[in-house]
């Protein structure tokens, strides 16, 4: 058989549902899309439900079953993704945390939940903290993200993910003592609780925070943690439909979820996780990369920041930039390769948050049932040949399509 690559795009957030101040159209119906529309009435078309009717899901969730994992048995909390998302290397069993830089007075009270929005100097103190040894054979991988932002993982024997926040997630209260939730979580406790104390003596002397004081601002002398979650074991994506995988995104939370996958993370110079990302840059990189990768995922953010704004004609505006990105795709796309564009979940507009109303999808190339749909928007894709689908449907459709799909009995 002959055996194509795999193109998936995931427009994020990118469903909606009818607005007003669009004539009660959604973006997608709104937009100019004389490419997305090409796509749409050369291939066959679709809604897709990301984890189930009605659901309303995370990008973390609808990721893992976009990728064609079962999240419900998968996941286990967003913690892990976004540690991995910083660049550390997570495992199985890992326990991870999201993680702010503060500060706290002598009383141990939080008075700056983000230590003055501090930008500068999150990397050296980060080092100054990963690699710690916090006794009974737990030790500390930490690394700095955007801002104020870090993740902290655990790595050692009988941690499990029972504990209670030290973050005390207000300011002006004091830092919390970490406590078992469960019997098995006092190991667990007892080394956050030993981070707790490390981390404040080495960034209280910091010189990074002695610089800080000196100019008046707030020193990052302390750590919040919360949201415990263990590393869940994924099978690595490639190993298990047998393709070469990358991903490329913007936002380190998605990265982090490329990287979960056992997939390699491609980085493209513009592509920002924002409303500037630059996406032909990515269409670009993508043609590229399935030179030598046999399945590309990419993510585009920019949708779902307009659904969180509230800002329906910027929501337009962007589903434009995506067509002038599928037209980059409908030229330099070769015949090997099936292309599916769908998203992760509806962020409509009027709500300013993600919605479980199912999406739209697309898929084309060589042998595939072209249906009738000529417009890619929410109501045409109801009536295409996909029918209505899970999103964890939707990997072995696109294997199946490629020729790769595994013959199920005789
Ligand atoms: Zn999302
Ligand atoms: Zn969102």
Known sequence: MDRRKILLLIFDGLGDRPIAELGRQTPLQAARKEHLDWFAANGIN?????????????????????????PIQVYTGRGPFEAAGVGIPVKEGDIAFRANFATMDA??????????????????????LDGLDLGGGVRVLFRAGTEHRAALVLRGPGLTPHVSDPDPHDEGAKVLSAKATAPDGAATAKALNAFMEKSHKILKSHPVNIAREKAGKHPANAVLLRGAGIVPHLEPLGTRIGMKAAGIAGVALIKGMFRAAGMEVLEVEGATGGLDTDMVAKARAAVDALK???????????????????????????????????????????PDTVL????????????????????????????????????FDEL????????????????????NVSNRAEKFGA
């Open 46 to 70: 679709g809604l897709v439900d990301p984890i189930a009717p009605g659901v309303r899901p995370g990008s973390d969730t609808s990721h893992l079953a976009l990728f064609g994992y079962d």
């Open 292 to 334: 030598k990768y046999d399945l590309v995922i990419v993510n585009v953010k920019a949708p779902d920041v307009c659904g969180h704004d509230g800002l329906a004609n910027e929501k337009v505006r962007t589903v434009e930039r995506i067509d002038a990105m599928m037209a980059v795709l409908k030229a330099d796309l070769g």
């Open 107 to 128: 009383g141990m009270r939080v008075t700056d939940r983000r230590a003055g929005r501090i930008r500068e100097g999150t990397g050296d103190l980060a080092k100054a």
């Open 380 to 399: 045409s894709a109801a009536r295409g040949g996909l029918g209505r689908i899970l999103g964890r449907d939707l990997m072995p459709i696109l294997l």
């Open 340 to 375: 599916a564009a769908t998203a992760d979940h509806s962020t409509p507009v009027s709500l300013k948050d993600h919605s479980g109303d199912p999406v739209p999808v697309v898929v084309f190339g060589e042998g595939v049932r072209v249906d009738d749909v000529t417009r």
